[in-house]
């Protein structure tokens, strides 16, 4: 990126960091540690306490939790996350508010300055963005600050910050061309965000055995879902009772919630959150936790609009879940899945974990260097004996053709990459604020 005047917007920030590095994902710390160091990160923690959460699939939701869970407990806090839906506004919430375009420009304006002070350094969009986060974050230096790893975590940009917490969701393959496909591999690199001495919260039963052994090298304090805490009860679709959690304080001792809400969220996830809100130094109150669980919501993740549910799930181990949520959701009429996929994504691992919820299919081509075509999907769903009712040039116009031709008893799955889940939603929102407008034209004397 070369020095040049500073862009006064927010999108000509964001197209000119599209367009600054020579390639979009570029992992390594050493051009980004450079750069926090100029501009004083590694001085100082940014926050009071940090958790940093790792994974291949549950980090979004993971966050989320935790960060109504803190909020629930009276902690000011900061999450970062990516990529975004409709805003990169999005990336960043304070206590809960999504970042202003001026915070957001400010932190720009501040790496950009660190960037050519000295030597320039070349920053992806990713790096400038995380750096541009973090200085946010330490003006406000909020009690709690909970940061998603982008990919993978050694090399990721995120990883330049120590963590009191560290936190891994899930270990799958995805993302091949950058982290491969052996799992004992990919939890390696996930595992760099442990610590030496601190606390790792382990979410899932399956992890390879990479990842425990990256801890023992460490030294860090394992926290393992079915071990060291757990949850019971809550898998059945509006189980009154709710489910309990039960888990480990800072000192070893131990705490338990019973009757806790189910949050339309992978409950492994909740009780991992809970895990590493206990470790951070938080003493769990029962009625708070509840609150939390019962009022977070998390855009694109089983999100339900009508008989619309929209999920960024985009490998096998995530239409699994997505699949499994379907089906203790039984519905008298059909169940549609708008697909729309990226060409490096694992397409037909994805139609086949989807294909005992679905009943047919609308395939949707998505655009730029990696998107696949419809016509790709629709061969891949025949192969596999699906049911494809129509093709579509893109998601928008999917949904459209499918909203004129179901029942009220039908409800459709858009699904297959956040791409595909942001475009419905664009489009939706289009439509309303065109009906708002319209209205209030009607009324105008």
């Known amino acids: 990126m070369n020095a040049m005047a500073s862009p006064t917007t927010l999108d000509a920030w964001l197209a000119r960091l599209e367009a600054a590095h020579p390639v979009g994902i570029d992992l390594g710390l050493e051009r980004v540690a450079r ?35 803190a909020q629930a407990h009276g902690l000011s806090t900061a999450a970062y996350t990516s990529p975004h839906l409709l805003r990169y506004n999005e990336r960043l919430r304070l206590s809960g508010a999504e970042a202003s375009d001026s915070l957001l420009i400010d932190g720009f304006t501040a790496v950009e300055k660190a960037r050519v002070d000295g030597p320039p350094i070349s920053l992806s969009y990713f ?27 050694r090399l990721d940009a995120v990883n330049i910050v120590d963590p009191d917490v560290a936190v891994i ?14 799992l004992e591999g990919i939890g390696r690199e996930k595992a760099g965000i442990l610590r030496a001495g601190r606390p790792t919260v382990l979410g899932s039963t399956t992890l390879p055995k990479s990842v425990r052994e990256v801890a023992a090298e460490l030294g860090a304090r394992v926290y393992a879902l079915d071990e060291s805490f757990f949850r019971q009860g809550g898998e059945a679709e509006g189980e009154e009772e709710g489910w309990r959690w039960r888990g480990r304080d800072p000192a070893g001792q131990s705490v338990e919630i019973d009757a806790l809400p189910d949050p339309g969220l992978p409950l492994d996830n909740a ?15 029962a009625t708070d936790c509840r609150r939390a669980l019962a009022a977070v919501r998390l855009p694109g993740r089983m999100q339900w609009r009508g008989q619309w549910c929209l999920d960024v799930g985009h490998n ?68 596999r004996g699906g049911t494809v009712w129509h093709c579509a040039d893109a998601p928008e ?40 407008n319209d209205s209030a034209m009607e009324g105008t004397p």
Not at 127 to 153: F, H, K, M, S
């Open 35 to 69: 750069v926090a160091r100029r501009m004083g990160l590694l001085d100082a923690p940014v926050a009071g306490r940090l958790v940093t959460v790792a994974g291949t699939n549950g980090k979004g939701s993971t966050v989320a939790m935790l960060d109504a869970l």
């Open 127 to 153: 790096e400038v963005g995380t750096l541009g986060a973090l200085w946010a974050i330490a003006r406000q230096r909020p009690d709690l600050a909970i940061l998603e790893v982008g990919l993978g975590g």
């Open 169 to 182: 969701t899930t270990v799958a393959q995805d993302h091949a061309a950058y982290l491969g496909d052996d």
């Open 271 to 285: 009780a991992t959150a809970l895990q590493a809100l206990a470790l951070a130094g938080v003493e769990l109150n």
């Open 316 to 383: 096998p181990h995530a239409a699994t879940y997505v699949a499994s949520r379907l089906a203790a959701r039984p519905c008298a009429g059909r169940t549609i899945a708008l697909l729309g996929m990226l060409v490096d994504k694992d397409a037909d691992g994805v139609i086949e974990a989807l294909q005992p919820a679905v009943d047919a299919w609308v395939p949707v081509s998505l655009e730029g260097d990696r998107a696949r075509r419809a016509s790709d999907l629709a061969g891949r769903v025949a192969a």
């Open 397 to 436: 116009a999917g949904a459209a053709w499918l909203a004129t031709r179901l029942s009220p008893e039908d409800r459709v799955l858009v699904c297959g990459s956040f791409f595909t889940v942001a475009a419905v939603l664009m489009a939706w929102q289009t439509a309303e604020q065109t009906d708002v």
